[in-house]
């Protein structure tokens, strides 16, 4: 992951703190107002407008809900280019400890948003809940998906699953060795036909 020599934040983040920063301002609403409907501190709101701080997928969801954006509007190049190469440190970040997913297409416009995430052994991604669906295909690896509503559910290589992620869930790997999945997040079941 690109990070800055002087700390341990993505060097895309201060972009991104930009982009949400002018969004915010432009709508005329207070760091305070933001911080209520994403259940995020202002002080944590604002050093990432500062581009001082990381950020996982799961705080990052509910910024970007409030705001009505799509994660390729605050970190990808804003190009409409159809290939992407593997290891573009402009859309790799943190989504937990010993987690890292890459934004694996950045065109704005697309009802869906593919990420490709390595986990690290025992490692989970932070507890999420967003609009829309997700899926989850394992590449490699044992997986484990946890829902709150639902048993957890066991994926080993091959194996995929869907649902909608408006309820709190999370992806990790087995203790045994690292895992890496397919996720795609669809702004509605539309997106799957």
Sequence with gaps: ???????????????????????????GESLASVARVTRLSSSFLSMLEQGRTDISLGRLLPV??????????????????EV??????????????GVEAYV??????????PFVVSYEPGAWSTWSEHRGWEFVFALEGAVRVERSDLAAIELAPGDSVHFEASR????GAGDAGPARVLV????????WH
């Design 1 to 27: 992951m690109a990070a800055s020599s002087e700390t341990n934040v993505p060097t895309w983040a201060k972009a991104m703190g930009e982009r949400l920063r002018e969004i915010r301002t432009e709508r």
């Design 64 to 81: 970007l809900e409030h705001y009505g954006l799509r994660i390729e509007e605050v970190l990808g190049s804003g190009d409409d280019a």
């Design 84 to 97: 992407m190469r593997g290891g573009d440190p402009a859309t790799t970040f943190s989504a937990g400890t």
């Design 104 to 113: 694996a297409v950045r065109h704005p416009r697309r009802s869906f948003t």
């Design 168 to 171: 709190p869930h999370r992806v």
């Design 184 to 191: 795609v997040l669809a702004e509605d079941q539309a997106a």
